[in-house]
């Protein structure tokens, strides 16, 4: 059965940091690309970074780069997001998404609340 669980969401003051987790289960989880995706409330959900399957290689939204870092552990099948300097429009549900291109397969996990306020 395959599973992806967020964890480290929370609430958090701007300025502040938090490390996400996702743990992966029931695939092989290093042939796998892994992205963080990100929802505000009323807002699409957007891209906020992804990492190769091997790790070496990653790629950050804007608004992100120089606060977030995402980073893989593949003997330990999980992904994570080290988020510094947090700010209010962080605020949103993260979502963990494990993709494989050939053939197209993609996984959610069910998201983890992050609140950034005063």
């Known amino acids: 059965q395959v599973q992806l669980v967020e964890s480290g969401g929370g609430l958090v003051q701007p300025g502040g940091s938090l490390r996400l987790s996702c743990a992966a289960s029931g695939f092989t989880f290093s042939r796998y690309t892994m992205t963080w995706y990100r929802q505000a409330p009323g807002k699409e959900r957007e891209l906020v970074a992804t990492?190769?399957?091997?790790?070496?290689?990653?790629y950050y939204a804007d608004s992100m780069k120089g606060r977030f870092t995402i980073s893989r552990d593949n003997a330990k099948n999980a992904v994570y997001l080290q988020m510094n300097s947090l700010k209010p429009e962080d605020t949103a549900v993260y979502y963990c998404n494990a993709r494989l291109l050939t053939p197209r397969v993609d996984y959610w996990g069910k998201g983890t609340l992050v609140t950034v306020s005063s």
């Open positions: 990492i190769s399957s091997g790790g070496s290689s990653t």
